[in-house]
């Protein structure tokens, strides 16, 4: 976090002020230090050594001057003690007498020669062969002139030695001041430059001794001795402050001169620029190379500073850009961090954690504010963390340096009752717990976990979980040595409802029935929904004895039956209910259910509504029914297979079929008032091999669920069709047949296809067919079941409602149907002769239906009573076992031949029924 | 210090070896004291510094007056090129910035061996050198000269 002060200061100054920038800036100063500094000291020691140049060429001057000036005065006082020796004692003795007293100058070093007049050497020392010498300017200027000064000639050579020599004379005179002859001191020039050391002149040094006339005697430059050159003296100042070059050489000397007194000579003294500033170079080049040295070091100093500087500038943005990262990171988190360092004890062991840090999410837990929260023990700010575990998982991750996480529900603190999970880490000196509010999560996990287990509709137990419950339920009886009882139940009619009223109504029913149900259970008991409008209910803890369940059994299928309001209408259904009980129906889940389900179907063929307890033989009758509906598939295979030989062949086949044949056989139907046969019933046989013959009871309600009906039927309606084909073929009297059709055959799509089919291919005009439909099938799907009557009605088929007053129709429904029979239910026939109500039912029915233009005709007339009621109440037709039971075709053919024989207005109804 | 007292020795006694009877070159010379003079022996440099005007004392710290012969002597030439190294031209130089600079002056010159060696019987500080055929017991030799 960035201080305000900090904030405030303008961001280019904030980068300038960083060490990296603002160092080398400052580092400019020494910098420039450094080379002032040295070019001040070069400056200095130049300008001091030039004065050390001037010091010395004055020195050297003044010690070279002085050094001349004492030897020029000894020459001259040698020249005038030899002058003196000459005037006492003669020319010959003169310079004897000064060897003799020693005040001859050593001879190693100066020649001193006397001339006489003529310009002869009389005497010399060192000695000398004699020598005219009086063309020698040295001696013809005493004597030509009359000048008493000393003579310094020009560094010749002369006839004597070849060597150039400098020669110093004096006029002697006689006693009477003419000239005698000359006194002579020669010396080497190099004498005069002999005092040249090269410790203090260095090796171009000058060392002159210069004539008046300009012409040098004596010059010394290092080891170089020369004479003779003329020297500009003008040009030579003393204190000159610049070398100025200096023949004959012309190098750049600091130059003095200095006339010396008594003589016409000048001493001259240089120093070489070169030598003198040699040092200062020396020194200039040292400090040149220790500035450029201290340069590069500091530079590189400066450089490393920076770049260091720079680096941990970059980390540090880098660091701060991390810090901002992690902060909007853990600011946008949806769990809360808190940053903690543990604290140790005096035994080294930890006893409370330091909060460094949290983010804003964590504030919403905690209830505590990020400031407040940093910098206190955790203990004390949040003193909860050391009940719910937090403390030991987070001692526990330091230690042990391994992350942990739990979930747990939070008991205090802002986020009381919510369920939350931590995540601990553990980082240096400490850990990061993170906290995350998982319960959403764990509802979520909930839901799934109950739509997993429920039904979605009704929120009842779905098979698994119900499956789950009597897993364990049987468990614990086989533990405990207790009872359980297990009740499949069926909603009967629920199809109806759903078909008639739609799926909503349906769901609505089911959900209705659910809670009706719940109602009369126990709390620990489970009622479940399979699926559809199957119910499973457990009842743990049952007693052994099933009576202790009936009325709590009974109970619930009442509670069924009770009408249920769906939108605007009242829905009755009732339920069909298996019950097991264990262990005596079974002692594992699933022989307990599976058993169950066959009680249910049991309860189901008894006609629904009621509740029947397991018993062995419902277990068989299952199995039973599987073999016979897998003996009616091989049974109407063989049958069609036998028509189609039939067809092909025109014989019956040889072979019988294994699994028996399905025949048909025909009922006679009789006109009340003619008695004459006019239609068939055609009704389904089955001719076992190994059960004999099965009644159509047992299987059509089988053919039906597994859906044989379908081909069945239609080999019924083919059959039928040919055999009264036929029968009017053969000329007998026109019969129209009747063929029942069931529920399940009117549901099927193509109904009236077949239908359409047999006719065609038997060739039978569709008026001679008939259809039996019972009453309470038209009900089930009223509107499909009317559009295909219509269709058939069209073909020219006739429709008969079988078993009319049994079953559940509504009278509105009825005049819809395009019927054109009603046949009265055998059991209102049943009781006609003894009972009143029946014989009302009858009369209203004859009366309904002649009204609504039907024929009627009545099932089952097995007595006379029952026929004479019935032609005297105007029935038209009857069918029973007083005229004929069900016969093959053949009788039927006898009949319609003894019939034929029979005048048409007399029959007695006897004389046909054959018993 | 003891290799400077053992060459010393060495010296001496080589010294004493050709003084003790090997036999002689006539061109020998050598260095010369007076018999009275308390200087036993001199090495050749200290000769040098002496005849060289370098040094006016001798070791012992007497004065010490050299002798030469006169100039142009062969023996004399001989006796500066083996004791000082130097031609007459560098002794000439030499005596030239020695005079020049008043630092010092020539030793006197005598004419030959014979008066070298009567000056310097005479005068206890006086030093010369003569050829060694020379010598006899009024002065020391101080040094062969090789």
Same mark, same amino acid.
């Given at each position: 976090m960035t201080s305000p002060s900090e904030r405030r200061r303008p961001r280019w100054l904030g980068r300038a002020l960083e060490t990296y920038f603002a160092l080398p800036l400052f580092a400019v100063l020494p910098l420039l230090a450094i080379w002032v500094a040295t070019f001040h000291f070069i400056e200095t020691e130049r300008r001091a050594a030039v004065d050390a140049a001037h010091d010395a060429v004055r020195e050297q001057l003044d010690t070279y001057e002085a050094q001349v000036a004492r030897n020029l005065n000894a020459i001259d006082q040698t020249l005038k003690v030899i002058k003196y020796s000459v005037e006492l004692n003669g020319t010959h003795a003169a310079l004897p007498t000064l060897r003799a007293e020693e005040l001859l100058p050593p001879g190693l070093v100066f020649q001193v020669s006397v001339a006489d007049r003529d310009g002869a050497i009389v005497d010399s020392n060192p000695a000398m062969p004699p020598l005219d010498?009086?063309?020698?300017?040295?001696?013809?200027?005493?004597?030509?002139?009359?000048?008493?000064?000393?003579?310094?000639?020009?560094?010749?050579?002369?006839?004597?030695?070849?060597?150039?020599?400098?020669?110093?004379?004096?006029?002697?005179?006689?006693?009477?001041?003419r000239f005698a002859g000359v006194a002579i001191v020669e010396v080497d020039p190099a004498y005069f430059t002999s005092s040249y050391e090269r410790s203090r002149a260095g090796e171009l040094g000058l060392l002159a001794l210069v004539g008046s006339d300009g012409v040098a005697r004596a010059m010394r430059i290092g080891d170089r001795m020369s004479w003779g050159q003329p020297i500009a003296l003008d040009g030579i100042q003393e204190e000159a402050l610049a070398p100025h070059p200096t023949a004959p050489d012309g190098i750049e000397r600091y130059a003095g001169a200095r006339r010396l007194s008594g003589?016409?000579?000048?001493?001259?003294?240089?120093?070489?620029?070169?030598?003198?500033?040699?040092?200062?170079?020396?020194?200039?080049?040292?400090?040149?190379?220790?500035?450029?040295?201290?340069?590069?070091?500091?530079?590189?100093?400066?450089?490393?500073?920076?770049?260091?500087? $720079?680096?941990?500038?970059?980390?540090?943005?880098?660091? !701060?850009?991390?810090?901002?990262?992690?902060?909007?990171?853990?600011?946008?988190?949806?769990?809360?961090?808190?940053?903690?360092?543990?604290?140790t004890g005096a035994d080294g062991a930890i006893v409370d954690f330091l909060v460094e840090g949290s983010n804003s999410r964590a504030e919403l837990f905690t209830g505590i504010a990020n400031e407040?929260?940093?910098?206190?023990?955790?203990?004390?700010?949040?003193?909860?963390?050391?009940?719910?575990?937090? $403390?030991?998982?987070?001692?526990?991750?330091?230690?042990?340096?391994?992350?942990?996480?739990?979930?747990?529900?939070?008991?205090?603190?802002?986020?009381?009752?919510?369920?939350?999970?931590?995540?601990?880490?553990?980082?240096?000196?400490?850990?990061?717990?993170?906290?995350?509010?998982i319960t959403e999560r764990k509802l979520a996990e909930d839901r799934i976990?109950?739509?997993?287990?429920?039904?979605?509709?009704?929120?009842l137990p779905n098979r698994s979980l119900i499956r789950d419950r009597l897993d364990q339920a049987v468990r614990n009886a086989q533990r405990n040595g207790g009872h359980l009882a297990l009740a499949?139940?069926?909603?009967?009619?629920?199809?109806?409802?759903?078909?008639?009223?739609?799926?909503?109504?349906?769901?609505?029913?089911?959900?209705?029935?659910?809670?009706?149900?719940?109602?009369?259970?126990?709390?620990?008991?489970?009622?479940?929904?399979?699926?559809?409008?199957?119910?499973?209910?457990?009842?743990?803890?049952?007693?052994?004895?099933?009576?202790?369940?009936?009325?709590?059994?009974?109970?619930?299928?009442?509670?069924?039956?009770?009408?249920?309001?769906?939108?605007?209408?009242?829905? !009755?259904?009732?339920?069909?209910?298996?019950?097991?009980?264990?262990?005596?129906d079974g002692d594992d889940p699933k022989t307990l259910m599976m058993n169950a389900d066959a009680a249910m179907y049991r309860a189901k063929d008894l006609g629904s509504n009621n509740f029947q307890f397991y018993t062995r033989e419902m277990n068989a009758s299952v199995e039973e029914k599987l073999v016979l509906l897998e003996d009616m598939r091989r049974a109407l295979d063989a049958t069609l297979a036998d028509d189609a030989c039939e067809a092909t062949d025109g014989a019956a086949p040889a072979a019988p079929a294994p699994a028996g044949r399905f025949y048909l056989l025909y009922q006679p139907k009789v006109d009340l008032r003619t008695g004459r046969l006019f239609g068939v019933e055609a009704l389904i046989r089955w001719r076992h091999p190994d059960h004999g013959i099965v009644p159509p009871m047992r299987f059509i309600g089988l053919a039906e669920e597994s859906g044989l009906i379908v081909g069945l039927g239609e080999w019924v309606v083919r059959t039928a069709c040919r055999q009264a084909q036929l029968w009017r073929a053969a000329g007998l009297d026109p019969l129209t047949v009747s063929v029942n059709v069931s529920a399940r055959q009117f549901?099927?799509?193509?109904?009236?296809?077949?239908?359409?089919?047999?006719?065609?291919?038997?060739?039978?005009?569709?008026?001679?067919?008939?259809?039996?439909?019972?009453?309470?099938?038209?009900?089930?799907?009223?509107?499909?079941?009317?559009? !295909?009557?219509?269709?058939?009605?069209?073909?020219?088929?006739?429709?008969?409602?079988?078993?009319?007053?049994?079953?559940?129709?509504?009278?509105?429904?009825?005049?819809?149907?395009?019927?054109?029979?009603?046949?009265?239910?055998?059991?209102?026939?049943?009781?006609?002769?003894?009972?009143?109500?029946?014989?009302?039912?009858?009369?209203?029915?004859?009366?309904?239906?002649?009204?609504?233009?039907?024929?009627?005709?009545?099932?089952?007339?097995?007595?006379v009573e029952q026929r004479d009621f019935l032609l005297a109440n105007d029935c038209d037709e009857m069918q029973g076992y007083l005229f004929s039971p069900p016969v093959p075709a053949e009788r039927i053919t006898e009949m319609l031949q003894a019939q034929q024989r029979q005048p048409r207005d007399v029959t007695p109804l006897g004389a046909l029924a054959v018993s | 210090m003891a290799t400077l007292q053992s060459f010393r020795l060495l010296g001496t006694s080589l010294l004493l070896g050709f003084l003790a009877g090997a036999p002689v070159c006539a061109a020998d010379l050598v260095v010369i004291v007076s018999a009275r003079s308390p200087v036993a022996a001199l090495r050749a440099d200290q000769v040098a510094a002496i005849f060289l005007g370098q040094s006016v004392r001798f070791p012992d710290g007497t004065e010490a007056v050299p002798f030469d012969l006169r100039l142009g002597v062969p023996m004399r030439d001989e006796f500066y090129a083996r004791v000082t190294n130097k031609t007459p031209a560098l002794l000439k130089a030499h005596w030239s910035k020695m005079v020049f600079t008043g630092r010092g002056q020539p030793p006197a010159e005598l004419p030959d061996s014979a008066a070298v060696r009567r000056k310097v019987a005479d005068d206890p500080e006086a030093i010369g050198y003569i050829e060694r055929s020379a010598l006899d017991g009024s002065v020391r030799a101080v040094l062969v000269v090789q």
């Open positions: 010498v009086s063309r020698t300017p040295y001696f013809t200027v005493h004597a030509n002139g009359t000048g008493h000064g000393v003579f310094v000639s020009q560094t010749v050579g002369d006839t004597a030695r070849s060597e150039p020599h400098l020669h110093f004379t004096r006029r002697i005179e006689d006693g009477y001041g003589f016409p000579l000048t001493a001259v003294v240089g120093l070489a620029d070169s030598e003198q500033m040699a040092q200062y170079e020396q020194h200039y080049g040292t400090y040149l190379v220790g500035a450029t040295a201290a340069s590069s070091l500091l530079v590189a100093v400066v450089a490393m500073i920076s770049a260091w500087s $720079w680096q941990v500038a970059k980390a540090r943005r880098r660091e !701060r850009q991390a810090q901002q990262t992690y902060a909007a990171a853990s600011e946008a988190s949806p769990d809360a961090f808190f940053v903690l360092r543990s604290v407040a929260l940093r910098g206190q023990l955790l203990g004390d700010a949040l003193p909860y963390y050391r009940t719910n575990g937090m $403390w030991e998982h987070l001692v526990q991750v330091v230690l042990e340096q391994r992350v942990i996480e739990a979930e747990w529900q939070a008991t205090s603190g802002p986020t009381a009752g919510r369920w939350l999970q931590r995540q601990i880490v553990p980082v240096d000196g400490g850990a990061v717990a993170m906290v995350r509010d976990r109950h739509m997993a287990h429920h039904d979605e509709l009704t929120g499949f139940v069926d909603l009967d009619g629920f199809k109806l409802v759903n078909d008639g009223l739609g799926h909503n109504a349906g769901d609505e029913l089911l959900k209705v029935v659910g809670c009706r149900m719940q109602a009369c259970l126990r709390r620990t008991d489970t009622l479940g929904r399979l699926g559809g409008d199957e119910f499973v209910i457990l009842l743990p803890d049952a007693g052994e004895s099933p009576l202790a369940l009936t009325p709590v059994l009974e109970k619930i299928r009442q509670a069924v039956t009770e009408p249920v309001q769906i939108g605007d209408q009242a829905v !009755r259904v009732s339920c069909s209910m298996g019950v097991v009980v264990y262990p005596r549901e099927e799509k193509r109904l009236v296809e077949r239908i359409a089919g047999a006719l065609r291919d038997s060739g039978l005009p569709p008026c001679a067919l008939d259809l039996e439909v019972t009453e309470s099938l038209l009900m089930r799907d009223l509107n499909q079941a009317i559009e !295909r009557m219509r269709e058939l009605k069209e073909m020219g088929v006739t429709l008969s409602i079988d078993d009319f007053g049994t079953g559940y129709s509504s009278l509105s429904a009825l005049k819809s149907f395009p019927i054109s029979t009603l046949k009265i239910d055998k059991s209102f026939v049943r009781d006609l002769a003894s009972s009143s109500d029946d014989q009302a039912i009858a009369l209203a029915v004859i009366s309904l239906g002649h009204r609504m233009h039907l024929r009627v005709i009545a099932e089952g007339v097995e007595t | -």
